[in-house]
């Protein structure tokens, strides 16, 4: 089966503790995995968030998803490694708002 790779936990309320928004519906495209908290950040030194990511990543195939969410220096340095993993070929899954539902993206950079 098809994994979801959510490149951060999804913000919480402070005063209920539930999530600002649901990602529910990406559950059909498979099991989804959190790769980083919510708060995490690259601020100064990529480095250390790299390699924790490529292992976090290493299971990443072309039939997986990615789900982006959160620090956008983080999701520039997960598409950046899932890229090398499948010689450039993801899905990504995009919010449409209108529709209220995902849609998948093929990428083959």
Same mark, same amino acid.
Do not use: H
């Given at each position: 089966?098809?994994? +979801? ?12 503790? %539930?999530? %600002? ?28 968030? +790299? ?8 299971? *990443? ?18 598409? #950046? ?8 070929? *993801? %899905? ?8 209220? #539902?995902?849609?998948?993206?093929? *990428?083959?950079?």
């Amino acid at each position: 089966m098809s994994k +979801v790779y959510l490149t951060q936990e999804i913000p919480t309320d402070r005063e209920t503790g %539930k999530p %600002k928004y649901s990602i529910a519906g990406a559950a059909k495209y498979g099991e989804i995995v959190t790769l980083l908290p919510m708060y995490s950040q690259i601020i100064y030194s990529p480095g250390p968030a +790299v390699q924790k990511l490529k292992g976090l990543l290493k299971d *990443f195939t072309s039939e997986d998803y990615l789900l982006c969410a959160g620090d956008p220096a983080i999701m520039c340095a997960v598409t #950046s490694i899932i890229t090398q993993l499948t010689n450039g070929k *993801f %899905k990504l899954l995009k919010w449409d708002r209108q529709e209220k #539902s995902y849609y998948v993206l093929n *990428f083959d950079i």
